[in-house]
């Protein structure tokens, strides 16, 4: 069986603090990239894109990597999905940390 590299491209994200409910609503899920060597950044998806993503990746504690890049930059990061965090009443996904890991 071989295995697809699973990518993903997120976008910049200027809307912080409480104003991510607005995004949210508008079907955009906030997200930080982090790691060894990597300056914290706040971006954003399309939630289904993200999860669509997410799922083909293997899930949040699969610990299976897939590929970052960013609008508007060259390269790509190597990530996982260190932590989602789902809201308990509707199920929706509120937000996603990504940690990068070494190659």
Same mark, same amino acid.
């Given at each position: 069986? *071989? ?8 976008? !910049?994200?200027?809307? &912080?603090?409480?104003?991510? %409910? ?6 955009? @899920? !906030?997200?930080?990239?982090?790691? %060894? ?5 706040? &971006? ?5 894109? &993200? &999860? ?25 990061? *190597? ?8 809201? !308990? ?11 990068? @890991?070494?190659?």
């Amino acid at each position: 069986m *071989t295995t697809q590299a699973v990518s993903l491209e997120l976008e !910049p994200r200027e809307t &912080l603090g409480k104003k991510v %409910k607005a995004l949210r609503r508008a079907g955009t @899920v !906030p997200v930080h990239l982090y790691g %060894k060597g990597v300056e914290s950044r706040a &971006l954003q998806c399309e939630v289904r894109t &993200l &999860l669509r993503a997410i799922s083909r990746a293997g899930g949040e504690y699969s610990g299976h990597s897939m590929s970052v890049s960013i609008a508007g930059e060259s390269g790509s990061y *190597t990530v996982q999905a260190s932590e989602i965090q789902w809201d !308990p009443r509707s199920g929706n996904v509120l937000h996603v940390d990504f940690r990068t @890991v070494s190659s």
